[in-house]
C-alpha cells in the first residue's frame, strides 16, 4: 500500500543553520503537504504542494514537489528556536478522492541557542 | 488557530469501558475525519463523514464508530477499549469532501489525549 518515508527521523542543529529534510514514497502523489506539530497539539498546516516541480515559500520555509511525483522537500533557513517540533510530510490516498491523508513518521527538529 | 475545535482534551480510561470524543469543524466545513495518533508515530486515517454519512474508512475495528450532526460537528465512539487505544485523537475538517486542492485544504485539531489503564 502506500507509505511515506520522511528522513532524517531527527535532528540535532544550532540555531541560525540551515534545516533540510525529505519525504519519499515508492507510489505518485498528486498532492504534498507539510505539517509541523508541536507538543501536545494538533498539526497544522506549513506549505501544500499541487503541481509536480512546484516550489513553493512560506517565510523561511521552502518545499518542493518532486518531478517524479514520489518525493518531496523542506527547507528551513535560517532556524530560530521555535522551529523546534515535528514535521510531517502527507498526501492523499490513492486517488485523492476521499481526500483523506496519509502521514510519514515525522522528523524531529530540535534546536540549539 | 484553525476554528476546529475538540472535547474533552485529556481523559483516562479502563480497558473494556467506552469512550466519546466530540469535535466542531470549521465555519462553513461540512467535512469532517477523524486520526488516530500513537506516541512517536504520524497520524492514521480512521473514517470520515460527510452529509451525516462515513465516507470511507481506514484500518480500524468496528469498535471505532463515529456521528457526524446537521451542524456538521461529529464524535468518534470506542468501545471494549484497549490498551494500545492510548493515543492522541484527531479531528480534522474540510470545506468539501473530494480532493485536496488550494480549495480544499484540511485542518486539525488540537486533539484528545486518550490514556486506557
Known amino acids: 500500500g502506500q507509505q511515506l518515508n520522511q528522513s532524517p527521523q531527527s535532528m540535532f542543529i544550532q540555531e541560525g543553520e540551515d534545516v533540510s529534510m525529505n519525504c519519499t514514497s515508492s507510489?505518485?502523489?498528486?498532492?504534498w503537504l507539510w505539517y509541523k506539530q508541536d507538543p501536545g497539539e494538533g498539526p497544522v498546516l506549513l506549505i501544500a504542494?499541487?503541481?509536480?516541480?512546484e516550489l513553493t515559500s512560506n517565510g523561511r520555509l521552502t518545499a518542493q514537489f518532486g518531478i517524479t511525483r514520489k518525493d518531496s522537500f523542506l527547507n528551513i533557513s535560517a532556524s530560530i528556536p521555535s522551529d523546534v517540533g515535528i514535521y510531517f510530510c502527507?498526501?492523499?490516498?490513492?486517488?485523492?478522492?476521499?481526500?483523506?491523508?496519509?502521514f510519514g513518521k515525522g522528523t524531529k527538529l530540535s534546536v540549539k541557542p | 488557530e484553525t476554528g476546529v475545535t475538540q472535547s474533552p482534551t485529556h481523559l483516562i480510561k479502563t480497558r473494556g469501558q467506552q469512550v466519546t470524543l466530540r469535535c466542531s469543524s470549521q465555519?462553513?466545513?461540512?467535512?469532517v475525519s477523524w486520526y488516530q495518533q500513537a506516541l512517536g508515530q504520524g497520524p492514521q486515517f480512521i473514517f470520515q463523514?460527510?452529509?451525516?454519512?462515513?465516507?470511507g474508512r481506514g484500518n480500524f475495528p468496528p469498535r471505532f464508530s463515529g456521528l457526524q450532526f446537521p451542524n456538521y460537528s461529529s464524535e468518534l465512539n470506542v468501545n471494549a477499549l484497549e490498551l494500545d487505544d492510548s493515543a492522541l485523537y484527531l479531528c480534522?475538517?474540510?470545506?468539501?469532501?473530494?480532493?485536496?486542492?488550494?480549495?480544499?485544504?484540511?485542518?486539525f485539531g488540537e486533539g484528545s489525549w486518550l490514556t486506557v489503564v
Open positions: 480534522a475538517s474540510s470545506s468539501r469532501r473530494g480532493q485536496i486542492s488550494s480549495g480544499n485544504t484540511i485542518y
Open positions: 507510489s505518485i502523489f498528486n498532492t
Open positions: 504542494l499541487y503541481k509536480a516541480g
Open positions: 502527507a498526501g492523499p490516498y490513492y486517488g485523492g478522492s476521499q481526500g483523506n491523508l496519509i
Open positions: 465555519s462553513g466545513h461540512n467535512t
Open positions: 463523514y460527510y452529509r451525516e454519512e462515513e465516507n
